[in-house]
């Protein structure tokens, strides 16, 4: 039996375009955090990373215990087994052992933990890779294949521009078409959005880190890379139907009791002319595309207790032989993650008294 496939759908009408555009803000809003400078100034007053997260709490609810956006997920548990191709490229041991085990979490674009999974079409997958000399590696990864816009302010922009309004205490329709035909940088998101399709599997999507990084190896050259995790594709089992609130899960519970699911992760290496230091741009070309191994899921927990649960997945928490970019993104998420994260842990007993989570 084969994976059910629907139809392909049509390219979005201008108006469809214009309505999708009108709701996406709060999509954005919680694709890749609520994001923050460290050290800096956003229009025109001082924007911390409590004060993103407040909002978050503002525009989806507060529910304690619960992540302030990603809210609904998944804990999954299995190994990474790696291939030969990086290590020239790299010293981190992940690629180098054998087998490193991962912790991950799937999730939803969502600030709310009881969203139904067709809400959005966005899906999420982090990673938590424990080496055995002690450290980590955590990264976060996105079905959409590039970011928006490039910069915190022009994000924080974004942000404002899906703000409800106080007077119906909902978007004003006009204020995302405006944003961004302001900003000519996210021609690439919206190339994207006019197709997006939610997948009615996780296991069948492909994920992306979005943000480039740097591989480092034992002779300290620096290799600049971006990479992503690509599906492969089992045959044994059809994708559940996509009728439910909860599908996805339903889904992954079912193909993990037939046996483990797998993605090859995928690492591009940045030609001299492409931005290392900017999200929202596309690496256009040919480019060296190296198979780093593969990633085997073999097991899931309902994140309410499992081990994903107390994971702040910081994007910026490397082993030796991978480095950041210079991307303002990835210093503002991990401002912001460890602020909802504080707020989060200190609300764990709560959870139990909260609504249960549906089970598959």
């Not at 050290?39 to 004060?51: F, I």
């Not at 190994?79 to 939803?108: C, D, K, N, W």
């Not at 190296?290 to 207790?305: E, K």
């Amino acid at each position: 039996m084969v994976d059910h496939v629907s139809p392909p759908r049509p390219p979005l009408s201008t108006a469809g375009l214009i309505a999708r555009l009108a709701g996406i803000g709060g999509i954005v809003a919680v694709v890749a955090g609520a994001f923050a400078y460290v050290n800096g100034t956003l229009d025109p007053q001082r924007l911390r990373p409590q004060n993103l997260v407040n909002a978050l709490e503002t525009n989806s609810g507060v529910h304690p215990g619960y992540r302030r956006n990603h809210s609904k997920g998944v804990c999954v548990a299995g190994y990474f087994q790696s291939a030969p191709s990086v290590r020239a490229y790299s010293s981190a041991e992940v690629f180098s052992e054998a087998r490193t085990p991962v912790i991950g979490r799937f999730a939803l674009p969502s600030g709310n933990p009881y969203a139904p999974d067709s809400s959005v079409p966005i899906r999420s997958l982090a990673l938590q890779f424990s080496q055995a000399n002690g450290q980590q590696w955590r990264t976060g990864m996105n079905s959409m294949p590039v970011f928006p816009v490039g910069t915190p302010e022009a994000f924080y922009q974004l942000l404002k521009a899906g703000a409800p309004d106080p007077a119906t205490g909902k978007p004003n329709p006009a204020n995302m078409p405006a944003f961004f035909a302001a900003h000519p940088e996210t021609a690439p998101f919206l190339a994207w959005v006019k197709t997006a399709k939610p997948s009615a599997s996780y296991a069948t999507e492909t994920y992306n880190g979005i943000n480039a990084f740097y591989l480092v190896n034992a002779n300290g050259q620096r290799q600049a890379v971006r990479w992503g995790v690509v599906p492969v594709i089992q045959d044994a089992i059809a994708a559940t139907p996509a009728n439910g609130a909860d599908f996805l899960q339903e889904d992954l519970v079912q193909r993990l009791a037939a046996g483990p699911v797998r993605w090859h992760l995928m690492i591009t290496l940045a030609n001299p002319e492409d931005p290392v230091d900017d999200a929202s741009k596309v690496w256009g070309g040919e480019h060296k595309v190296l198979n780093a191994g593969t990633l085997v899921l073999q097991s899931s927990q309902p994140q309410i207790d499992g081990a994903c649960r107390d994971i702040n997945f910081d994007p910026l928490i490397l082993p030796s032989g991978i480095e950041a970019s210079n991307d303002p993104l990835l210093a503002a998420r991990s401002a912001a993650y460890a602020s909802s994260y504080l707020r989060r842990t200190s609300e764990v007993s709560q959870l139990h008294s909260a609504p249960q989570e549906s089970k598959p």
